[in-house]
């Protein structure tokens, strides 16, 4: 969503990088080209001027000692960069429990927004921390929104409270007071209650959403906005305030292709906190906001900690010891212990995502690599390793022409394929043995798409890489030279 907006602030201190000594001039230039890039975005007016005014009001009075530092372009970029995550509110905000469950959570928000589906993810994100939340079905009004919300419950294992079928009959108010008493019989700890939307803010959604509010007292009402609706995401959530009121928004669409305007002015607009994002279309692409992290990302510096973090929960701590044991003691890497890196990985979600976290992402050449890389691939690799028997997993050199036409044929890949793979893979063999040897990486040699590093952090590299041939040295053209040379 980001990467226009990353690739101007790239751009702009880039430019002043290579100026050297910076003149009050000099700032200005660069802060007009961050403002335009905000405005942009869809960044609200009121928010960008803001931004730019106090980045101003802390670089230039101390202008003087910023160019006496070695690099006085880096410590602009530092003020800007804490700006940044300012504006996006400071720090991560966590939901609040109530001190005598069930804790209760109101979601709100216009229709279309994605609040039944977000409903789902908020679900199963807190199962997952270990609780048992209950969904409650208290939108009567969207046709088939009690069923979705049935369906999305069944797929990530929580019940859901719906003892009316909706489409525009039922009293949500006493759905959801009959809920919450459910919930309390059943021992359920936290609430979800997923309310109607419109599609424009009216005083009857209003009404409403106030008349469940008052009935339920939720412990949080979340916001549910599509960042992808640009500055109308202000303009709502205003209204909404103002309304129901709100503690707290939730950005869906965040891997969408809108400019991310929203994200940049609701916070300092509303006052309200952006407490969880939605990136993506699986239930499992939902986490807590960051703001340090989301301005790490915009200025080009990658989110090392979230890949960390979805590496640590993608791959099984024991085969993660059980593979760094093995490289200890100097058994070789084998097959099937690349399909257990590539199974892992694929429950890390999209490889164009995940590589679009590291430092750099954004820029050209990296950039145009990830966006080539097919996700398919990792399927496709799967496929082959899979069409292997154990013992050709276990010793490459057992794969001979007849197997690996037979293997080709098993994963419905090519030849060639099989091929490229074996050779990559034998590659990484010998640059692990390397490693043991402390010769570091022989050969120019680099570790294949997926490969695993020790400890089971899998390898995040360029998308296709190769290994380097060695390079020739050149012969003398004199024969008495050349034979002196060859002997």
Same mark, same amino acid.
């Given at each position: 969503?980001?990467?226009?907006?990353?690739?101007?602030?790239?751009?702009?201190?880039?430019?002043?990088?290579?100026?050297?000594?910076?003149?009050?001039?000099d700032?200005?230039?660069?802060?007009?080209? $961050?403002?335009?890039?905000?405005?942009d975005?869809?960044?609200?007016?009121?928010?960008?001027?803001?931004?730019?005014?106090? $980045?101003?009001?802390?670089?230039?009075?101390?202008?003087?000692?910023? +160019?006496?530092?070695?690099?006085?372009?880096?410590?602009?970029?530092?003020?800007?960069?804490?700006e940044?995550?300012?504006?996006?509110g400071?720090s991560?905000?966590?939901?609040?429990?109530?001190?005598?469950?069930?804790?209760?959570?109101?979601?709100?928000?216009?229709?279309?927004?994605?609040?039944?589906?977000?409903a789902?993810k908020?679900?199963?994100?807190?199962?997952?921390?270990?609780?048992?939340?209950l969904?409650?079905?208290?939108?009567?009004?969207?046709?088939?929104?009690?069923?979705?919300?049935?369906?999305?419950?069944?797929?990530?294992?929580?019940?859901?409270?719906?003892?009316?079928?909706?489409?525009?009959?039922?009293?949500?108010?006493?759905?959801?007071?009959?809920?919450?008493?459910?919930?309390?019989d059943?021992?359920?700890?936290?609430?979800?209650?997923?309310?109607?939307?419109?599609?424009?803010?009216?005083?009857?959604?209003?009404?409403?959403?106030?008349?469940?509010?008052?009935?339920?007292?939720?412990?949080?009402?979340?916001?549910?906005?599509?960042?992808?609706?640009?500055?109308?995401?202000?303009?709502?959530?205003?209204?909404? +305030?103002?309304?129901?009121?709100?503690?707290?928004?939730?950005?869906?669409?965040?891997?969408?292709?809108?400019r991310?305007?929203?994200?940049?002015?609701?916070t300092? $607009?509303?006052?309200?906190?952006?407490?969880?994002?939605?990136?993506?279309?699986?239930?499992g692409?939902f986490?807590?906001?960051?703001?340090? #992290?989301?301005?790490? #990302?915009?200025?080009?510096?990658?989110?090392?900690?979230?890949?960390?973090?979805?590496?640590?929960?993608?791959?099984?701590?024991?085969?993660?010891?059980?593979?760094?044991?093995?490289?200890?003691?100097?058994?070789?890497?084998?097959?099937?212990? /690349?399909?257990?890196?590539?199974?892992a990985?694929?429950?890390?979600?999209?490889?164009?995502?995940?590589?679009?976290?590291?430092?750099g992402?954004?820029?050209?050449?990296?950039?145009?690599?990830?966006?080539?890389?097919?996700?398919?691939?990792?399927?496709?690799?799967?496929?082959?390793?899979?069409?292997?028997?154990?013992?050709?997993?276990?010793?490459?050199?057992?794969?001979?022409?007849? #197997?690996?036409?037979?293997?080709?044929?098993?994963?419905?890949?090519?030849?060639?394929?099989? +091929?490229?793979?074996?050779?990559? /893979?034998?590659?990484?063999?010998?640059?692990?043995?390397?490693?043991?040897?402390?010769?570091?990486?022989?050969?120019?040699?680099?570790?294949?798409?997926?490969?695993?590093l020790?400890?089971?952090?899998?390898?995040?590299?360029?998308?296709?890489?190769?290994?380097?041939?060695?390079?020739?040295?050149?012969?003398?053209?004199?024969?008495?030279?050349?034979?002196?040379?060859?002997?």
């Open positions: 969503m980001f990467d226009s907006l990353s690739a101007k602030f790239a751009s702009a201190f880039t430019s002043l990088r290579g100026r050297g000594r910076i003149k009050a001039s700032l200005d230039e660069i802060l007009g080209e $961050i403002r335009a890039a905000l405005l975005s869809d960044v609200a007016i009121s928010v960008a001027d803001g931004f730019i005014a106090r $980045i101003k009001d802390r670089v230039s009075p101390t202008l003087d000692e910023i +160019n006496k530092s070695t690099n006085p372009s880096q410590s602009i970029f530092t003020v800007v960069n804490e940044l995550v300012a504006i996006l400071g991560a905000r966590r939901i609040r429990l109530a001190k005598k469950p069930p804790t209760v959570i109101l979601l709100t928000g216009l229709q279309g927004a994605g609040k039944t589906t977000l789902g908020l679900a199963k994100y807190l199962k997952d921390q270990g609780n048992t939340p969904l409650i079905a208290s939108d009567l009004q969207r046709p088939n929104a009690v069923t979705q919300l049935q369906v999305v419950g069944k797929s990530v294992g929580v019940p859901v409270f719906a003892p009316e079928a909706g489409n525009g009959v039922g009293d949500p108010v006493r759905v959801a007071k009959d809920g919450l008493k459910f919930a309390e059943k021992l359920h700890n936290i609430v979800i209650v997923d309310t109607a939307g419109r599609l424009g803010i009216d005083a009857e959604m209003m009404q409403q959403v106030i008349r469940i509010r008052d009935a339920v007292s939720p412990d949080e009402i979340l916001f549910v906005v599509d960042a992808m609706i640009g500055q109308d995401a202000v303009r709502t959530a205003q209204a909404f +305030n103002e309304g129901v009121g709100f503690d707290a928004v939730v950005l869906t669409k965040l891997d969408g292709d809108a991310g305007g929203a994200a940049l002015s609701i300092e $607009i509303t006052g309200k906190p952006i407490m969880f994002a939605s990136t993506g279309e699986k239930l692409d986490d807590l906001f960051y703001p340090d #992290r989301m301005a790490s #990302r915009i200025l080009g510096l990658g989110d090392v900690q979230t890949l960390a973090e979805q590496a640590k929960n993608a791959f099984d701590g024991d085969a993660a010891e059980k593979l760094e044991k093995k490289f200890a003691s100097g058994e070789d890497f084998t097959l099937d212990d /690349f399909l257990e890196q590539l199974q990985m694929k429950k890390m979600g999209s490889m164009t995502k995940l590589l679009g976290m590291l430092p992402a954004n820029s050209g050449a990296m950039k145009k690599q990830i966006d080539s890389f097919d996700d398919a691939e990792l399927v496709r690799t799967q496929a082959i390793v899979q069409s292997m028997t154990p013992a050709e997993r276990s010793n490459t050199n057992l794969l001979n022409g007849s #197997r690996r036409a037979r293997i080709a044929q098993g994963s419905g890949r090519q030849v060639s394929e099989v +091929n490229s793979l074996v050779e990559r /893979f034998t590659g990484a063999q010998k640059m692990m043995k390397a490693m043991r040897s402390g010769k570091g990486m022989p050969g120019g040699m680099q570790l294949p798409p997926g490969m695993a020790p400890g089971g952090m899998p390898n995040m590299g360029a998308p296709s890489p190769k290994i380097a041939p060695p390079k020739k040295k050149s012969r003398s053209g004199n024969p008495a030279k050349r034979a002196v040379e060859e002997s």
